[in-house]
């Protein structure tokens, strides 16, 4: 089931072609061609500048360009990895799954291409432990596959070119999915985050030149290399060119992933995709990016899914998680959620993520249990600003967007909740319990 | 402590890695299979087999969610209980189900031992609420009788998938 964006799905081919996790289904259907031409015809520098060419961006939420990232591995350094980021944790998102669950040669093709591009000859899937299932049947069978085929192993194709990719199930750590501390989780250390520089592209896996990719990231290859960049181009837009996987979650009729070509507005993914709003209430908020997006107002609703046009909402297109909240929803209560998911994430590195988030949920206790004040609303912008910029990682401060964002759109619901009454010095009443 | 079906698995997945010290998530997964959770032993045969110490496997079971150091029920059931969950309804079938199974509505263990039940943040099933994991297999889109079928089964012994 396609729509009318997008007549064939780029990514999502199992929703056209049935089967297509079946290897012989996929190579019937143009599987392992990009692969053979990559070999055969293109060499390693030529798919690198394919990708480059096609301003193929990470779908993993930061957006950077894959193609650029692959030039920065070193040539002389040996050996390299490659390591897909198939931690896909964030709240709101549910893509990666999908794809290798239901597509997952498309996916393995586009790991073996990176690794071919880079001179990789060791390849790591870090799925999250949640992901056991898929990981146990699916992608083990679609891996033994392209083994037996001659797809993956030594001297792949007949080339020079070999390299096996392995599975690595992760247990349960949000913070996984910061690259760094995936790579530490990798070495069976303590899963947080490390300093940069040195960045993985010189200094990675056991310490040696590493790209990272996400999972949908890689599975945009494939196409871009059987078809080429022009072709890849003619989807989305100049600066953000090809199709992406929506999530679309929350107050809508038809959850679900979507793929679109980047740039239409956001309106067409929550009403044309969605089947809008249950109940034809009316849309209170968007969260774009999962968890730790800035909240967009429902004014915001024709802003178009593209990069730059996110970025100039003041918001981020990240993983593409929306997450839909509709007139009945309790501001406080959806920012409070979001902010208790962040405490638990924690990964107690650093104070301003490891503190911060833990004050924070305590002044939304406070609030939601009707002990807060005026003073706690503040508070809560208090903490935020302090938290900005002094994290160790990015993920430490994802939560700051959504309740800045949160308080700046609903700061009516927030203040509804400070009592006057709680004004008077009660000194038990300002307590604020800490679960440590 | 490992079977010889397990030690024959430890040695597939050292082979994955340049060093020991990489297999300890997995290893630790392997030790975890028979009775869901860690004792002492299993530990101790952990750091054992790749020459780590033991204080370093702790903080390992101690850092992520899925390994356990306490007794658990045969079967885990992780009910995902976050925003876009909640949004449709989840945080209420997860206190109905707690009701049902007789745990407390913070979630625990049932009286015969064999469910342990479990808020739990994102699953990456965001799209099919209410949804939940049994040891780690998916079950989406759950009304309240789908669930007490599935509970029902494993109660009489069928196999979850």
Known sequence: MTNEALKEHVLLRHRDIENI?????????????????AVTELGPANVTAEVRNAGLRGRGGAGFPAGVK?????KDIFPKYVVVNADESEPGTFKDREIMEYNPHQFIEGVILCAFAVGAETAY????????????????????????????????????FSVDIHLHLGAGAYICGEETALLSSLEGILGQPRSRPPFPAVQGL??????????????????????????????????????KIFCLSGRVNRPG???LPLGLPIRYLIDECGGGIIGGKAVKGILPAGASSTIMGADLIDTLLDYESM????????????????????????????VKFFKHE??????????????????????????????DVEMLNTIVDQMEGNCFCLLGEFVVPGVRSSLKLFRDEYEALADEANEVARPEQNLIQLHL | MWSEKEQQELDQILKKYPNKLSAVMPALYL??????????????????ALDISVTHVHSIIGFYTLYRKEPVGKYMVQVCTDLPCALRGAEDFYHRLCERLGVGPGGGTTTDGLFTLEGVVCIAACDKAPCLQINLAYYESLTDEQIDQVIAGLRAGEQSP
């Open chain 1, 311 to 338: 970025a100039a909402a003041g918001a981020m297109l990240g993983s593409a998680s929306f997450i839909i909240l509709d007139e009945t929803v309790d501001a406080v209560w959806a920012a409070e959620k979001n």
């Open chain 2, 31 to 48: 030790a975890q299979r028979e009775k869901n959770w860690l004792d002492d032993d299993d530990i101790e045969a952990v750091a054992g």
């Open chain 1, 21 to 37: 996790h079946d290897i012989e289904v996929y190579m019937a259907n143009g599987g392992y061609e990009a692969l053979k031409k």
């Open chain 1, 125 to 160: 899937i870090y799925g999250r432990g949640e992901f056991k299932g898929p990981f146990e049947t699916v992608l083990q069978k679609a891996l033994d596959d392209a083994y037996a085929k001659g797809f993956l192993g030594k001297k792949i194709l007949g080339s020079e």
């Open chain 1, 206 to 243: 056991y310490a040696k030149p590493t790209v990272i990719n996400n999972v949908e990231t890689l599975t945009n290859v494939p196409p871009i290399i059987l078809h080429g960049a022009d072709w890849y181009r003619q989807f989305g837009t100049e600066k953000s060119p090809g199709t």
């Open chain 1, 70 to 74: 692959w030039s920065f591995i070193p």
């Open chain 1, 257 to 259: 992933n979507y793929e």
């Open chain 1, 346 to 375: 924690s990964c107690g590195k650093c104070s301003p993520c490891r503190e911060g988030t833990h004050w924070l949920a305590g002044v939304y206790q406070k609030l939601r249990e009707g002990r807060g004040t005026k003073h």
